[in-house]
């Protein structure tokens, strides 16, 4: 299987892009994530990922509402993550109908409960491996751990869960990728591997996918009308 889904941020109840992931830094703003996830759905997306910008930035879910309006309106695959920290709102969420969990500070900080949480849970729990220069973020991606993306993604080898890889270094400039370091992570564990950062042509998603990847997150360049949807969606299987 290979999924291409299509990012929908939110901050402060809308949908921005942000560059670097630099809460300051707005690149896009529309204004109702409805209008939004129903467009990318309308031209061909079968899974949407789902990012709490504010919740990342602040420790707790702040979208939650927005996010269970989107998945009671529209029957597609959902992943959703940011400043999901509490292991009983990620379990909320599964019970909720949310197709995989996203867990990043959490999965670094309490491990045995992230694992607990999968057994319960196979294939629903995605481990978000955030990079900035090679070592893990975490906090909405303001604190830098010492560890690599490898060396994460290899914690959770043992677990039904997929791995998220976001480079943090290309994000949100729609720059194109980075291949060394995506194929560096896709090669060095069993679990699926879902791409996200500076994505910008079909020929990147192709890579990717040949690659060995499970699939991409796509955000500013759909946004900034570099990529369309419905350009890549083919690609999918």
Known sequence: MFRILPAIDLKGGKVVRLRRGREDEVTVMLDNPIDVAD????????????IDLDGAFRGRLRHEDVIMDIKKRFKVEMQVGGGIRDIRIARRLIKNGID???LGTLAIRDVRSVKKLAEMYP???MIAVDSRRNRVAIEGWKSITEFTPVE??????????????????????????????????VRSVDLPVYV????????????????????VVIGSALYMNVL??????DLEE
């Open 228 to 233: 369309r949807l419905e350009d890549v969606i």
């Open 196 to 215: 996200a950062g500076g994505i910008t042509s079909r020929r990147d998603v192709m890579n990717i996918k040949r690659i060995g990847a499970a699939g």
């Open 123 to 125: 294939n629903r729990i």
């Open 39 to 50: 467009n990318w759905i309308k031209r061909g997306a079968r899974a949407l990922h789902l």
């Open 100 to 102: 995989r969990v996203i």
């Open 152 to 185: 994460i993604a290899r914690i959770y080898e043992d677990c039904d869960v997929s791995i998220l890889y976001t480079n943090i270094d290309v994000e949100g400039l729609v720059s194109g990728v980075e291949l060394e370091r995506i194929e560096r992570i």
